[in-house]
């Protein structure tokens, strides 16, 4: 079964994107008023959260979310969002903002049901787990799967990475008898490739190919069209890729019962359109138009960031090659020049 999400995975959910998106010493434990568990430390190995904080957690943002994209007010929600989906979710929001300041009279609420927790078990901060939902949104066999992080005990529950994947293509987890999930170290030696390491290995990959990544429409594909599009008549076309792997853009992982991992991380990428002399760039999309800054006279720089989730497969077995889940690419800022 292909893992790949076909071409239209990188346009984003309704509500998430628009057509631009084309271009834990000793530890102590004690239990406040709401219920949280508070850890004094950064040795012990506990669950990332409690399953009712997790849910509360997930109600949260839920709430936030809704209220940011009914009323195009990035404000609304950024507690709430940090990471690849903050910096996806808050582009998009300011862009609505303009073009719909009065709010977005069409926005459906988000509703995720029939939700599983998992829950790795760690020591130190941040901590994180993942859920995965059904939405009311896109197709009937998806699942919308949230990283949500935070940095020490006081901080919001917020959520850093969105991955939407049919149903049948997400993996088992490895758990203990518990029903912990595992973290993937970001240096760990026995996957195909190191998880700290797979952003710089993607934008590698972009730029000059290589077999680390199973060929797909996030790979060979993506490939395949920038270079075909790279020069057309009087636009010529630039592409730059940026790794991002530290703060609350760095990858995170749980160990798949296979012992390989799903590992979810962010890469940043720029697009430049230089035309001709005599040729113009026009700019349509009212996106792009909202996000812009300058005037393209001669040349447009579109950026983006993406968000990957991939299986990344034991170093051992017969096939060691990162296989893509989902990619969702948003645009945050274009520059006319």
Known sequence: MSRDRSPRRLRMPRGLGRGALAAASVTVLSVTASGCVVVHGEQEILPGATRAEAARA????????????????????????????????????????????GGNPEYVPLKLTDTEFTIPEKAGWPRWFVTDSKAN?????????????????ND??????????????????????????????ADAADLAVAPGRLPKSYTAYLKDGGDTFAAGAHTTQWRSDRKKNAARPGLAQQYIDEPLASGD?????????DGGALVFFTTRH???????????????NADVKALMTGDPKQSLTLESTSNQAVLNPPKSSQNPKIQFLSRIQGLTAAKGE
């Open 58 to 101: 997930l109600s949260d943002f839920t709430t936030a979310y809704n209220e940011a994209n009914g009323a195009n007010d990035p404000a609304l929600d950024a507690d709430r969002v940090t990471g690849a989906l903050g910096d996806i979710d808050g582009a998009k929001l300011r862009a609505g903002g303009k073009n719909q300041p």
């Open 137 to 153: 949104k896109g197709r009937a066999e998806d699942r919308w799967l949230l990283v949500f992080t935070r940095g020490d005990a």
């Open 156 to 185: 919001v529950w917020q959520v850093s990475y969105l991955t939407i994947a049919a149903a049948a293509e997400i993996p088992e987890f490895e758990k203990d008898e518990d029903g912990w999930a595992q973290p993937v170290a």
């Open 249 to 257: 853009y760095a990858p995170v992982g749980l160990r798949t019962e």
């Open 270 to 284: 720029y697009q430049k359109q230089t035309a001709a002399p005599g040729v113009p760039i026009n700019v349509t």
